[in-house]
């Protein structure tokens, strides 16, 4: 645990200090580097294959070079990724382990999601660095709290074969500390516009991307159980891999960046 506290301290101020300091094409630049590593991950739970590898880093490198010039089609890619959690929420509810899908499927998932992931926070960004700084900071204090309130309080399991330390009081205590971070935030000035209906569009947005990041991390732990893994890699010590530390994130933010970014209710 203090390993892992440790390497939390040091990559949130990197990871802020990026966000704000880079402009749009170079955050999407470093961002695609995230994902390329952590689909290099993803690869190694699924395929296993090098030249199908290789495709899929010219896939995430062409999107993180050229894909912030077409925000209109991030958006289109933000709503159905989104849509593509919710069904996957559905499905970990109604099947658990039991899906089966082949390798070479799983890993064209893994690049759909990653880029999926990619196009939320690049529109994210473009609507400030402090939005993205908003929306992370939200799904971290989901996690945090749900692990503390889960520590404390949890007595019903939510979903046992996947995940068995996650509890439904610890879900409910994650939900508390997201609606904490969206108030202070927006309190803050995060967002100069936000006020009346956006204040609230702002919230629901931030409680359904912390629901759906419960799914990113229910959904990653079952691909790890498929794969006979504990976790995705070793490069974070105290965490594992990329994707163990980003799978809340990678179903989060497309959601986030859906319904505040794109819906037009602004």
């Known amino acids: 645990m203090l390993i892992r506290i ?3 301290l040091l990559l949130a101020p990197i990871a802020i ?12 630049i470093f961002l695609g580097g995230i994902c390329i590593v952590g689909l290099c991950e993803w690869n190694r739970l699924t395929i296993k294959s090098l030249p ?3 495709g899929g880093i010219l ?3 062409a ?23 919710i069904f996957q929420g559905w499905d970990l509810y109604k099947n658990g382990l039991e899906r089966k899908l082949g390798q070479l499927a799983g890993f064209v998932e893994g690049i759909f999601l990653l880029v999926g992931f ?22 971290w204090a989901a996690d945090s709290f749900a692990y503390f309130a889960g ?19 610890g879900v409910a205590g994650g939900l508390f500390g997201a609606c904490l971070v969206l108030l202070i935030s927006a309190f803050l000035g ?3 516009a936000l006020q009346g209906s956006d204040l609230w569009i702002w919230v629901f947005a931030g409680i359904a991307a912390a629901l759906i990041s419960v799914v990113g991390d229910l959904f990653q732990s079952r691909i790890k159980r498929r794969a006979g893994v504990k976790d995705s890699g070793s490069i974070l010590p105290g965490h594992g891999g990329i994707l163990d530390r980003i799978d809340g994130l990678v179903a989060a933010i497309p959601v986030f960046a859906s319904l505040w970014a794109i819906s037009g209710w602004r």
Request: hydrophobic share 50%; charged share 10%.
């Open 6 to 8: 440790i390497t939390a």
């Open 17 to 28: 200090g990026l966000t704000i300091y880079l402009s749009t094409f170079w955050f999407g």
């Open 52 to 54: 199908l590898l290789l």
């Open 59 to 61: 896939t995430v490198g």
């Open 63 to 85: 999107m993180a070079t050229y894909g912030h010039v077409n925000l209109t089609g991030l958006g289109y890619l933000c709503v159905v990724v989104s849509l593509y959690w």
């Open 118 to 139: 990619w196009a939320g926070m690049i529109i994210l960004h473009q609507q400030g660095s402090v939005v993205v700084i908003a929306a992370m900071s939200t799904v």
């Open 151 to 169: 520590k404390a309080f949890g007595r019903r399991p939510l979903a046992p074969t996947l995940s068995p330390k996650k509890t439904i009081e």
């Open 190 to 192: 995060f967002d100069p």
